[in-house]
């Protein structure tokens, strides 16, 4: 099954193209701030089945291009992401921009960091980059895993009773020494989408290809059998520190191929049997400040 947010805060479901609005039946409140209407649909998702297949067989539908598209959760508890977790990207990034911080890194032995959820944005909101002159600004194509059910002290063998399902994640991130969270915490600096794609619907979580393309060309692709902390793991390692909740998202890491994007760029991500989505890269007014002078100017002392 594919759920979907649409046109402030509706819950739907999609398939062939066509979209049947579901959001009554977990009693959620379109235009209801805080938006937490997924999250609330996510935790009742095992009660709500019957229903849901009941609407789906009653309800009529509309075609996608009616709707405009939101992030899929809006509201998550948190936002977790798990760094250097492909080898290939680890060795490229020994040499790049800020390469002093994160040579070292390995998410087997780092640890996963928090991204604000505030960064998180949609298949139709576009990325908007801040006007950081001389920054490079990269992206990163990830798989987002959607969290179903509460749970602290996850053993392995049970992950699969804690995947909701599986989502589109750009892990965008302003390259440099400054914080991680302040980089990589931009307003639209973490689109997801189109869709949450349920987890019944992938057959191997071991052999989800993905791929990215930058105007069309391909920069990034990877399967997560690559990764260095799998998926069972990195369940583990999280509600080892924290509750996962359901509609917690997990941005588990980045392959090789990561680059600077400018205005004007068209990101594509394509992530096998989960979805697809094109994001428009504009640039916008807001998010200068002195901060990101601070270590170019102690250079040049
Ligand atoms: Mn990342």
Request: charged share 25%; aromatic share 6%; net charge negative.
């Amino acid at each position: 099954m594919k759920l979907v947010t649409f046109d402030n805060g509706r819950i739907g479901v999609v398939s062939d193209g066509r979209l049947v609005d579901v959001s009554d039946l977990a009693a959620v409140v379109p235009g209801a701030w805080p938006p937490v209407g997924m999250v609330r649909f996510i935790a009742e998702f095992p009660a709500l089945r019957p229903a849901l297949a009941d609407a789906l067989r009653t309800r009529t539908s509309v075609a996608l291009e009616e709707v405009r598209l939101e992030a899929p959760v809006q509201w998550p508890n948190k936002v977790i992401a798990f760094p250097a977790n492909y080898h290939a990207h680890i060795e490229e990034m020994k040499h790049g921009a800020g390469s002093g911080v994160i040579s070292a890194y390995k998410a087997s032995g780092q640890g996963f960091f928090l991204k604000a959820n505030s960064s998180l944005s949609g298949p139709a909101d576009g990325i908007v980059l801040p006007p950081l002159d001389g920054r490079e600004i990269h992206h990163e194509c990830e798989l987002g895993i959607i969290v179903g059910k509460r749970g602290r002290g996850i053993a392995r063998e049970d992950f699969r009773d804690y995947v909701f399902g599986f989502t589109c994640l750009l892990d965008m991130v302003v390259r440099g020494k400054e914080e991680r969270v302040m980089r990589k915490s931009y307003d639209t600096f973490c689109p997801t989408g189109p869709w949450i794609t349920t987890a019944d619907e992938i057959e191997d979580f071991n052999n989800i290809g993905m791929r990215l393309l930058v105007n069309g060309e391909e920069r990034q692709s990877a399967v997560t059998r690559d990764l260095i902390v799998d998926i069972p793991d990195m369940l583990a390692m999280a509600s080892a520190v924290m509750t996962l909740e359901p509609g917690d998202i997990i941005a588990t890491g980045t392959p090789a191929g990561v680059g600077p994007v400018s205005e004007g760029d068209v990101l594509e991500i394509v992530i096998d049997g989960v979805g697809s989505m094109k994001l428009p890269v504009t640039r916008g007014t807001i998010g200068d400040h002195p901060v990101w002078n601070a270590d170019k100017a102690s250079l040049a002392v």
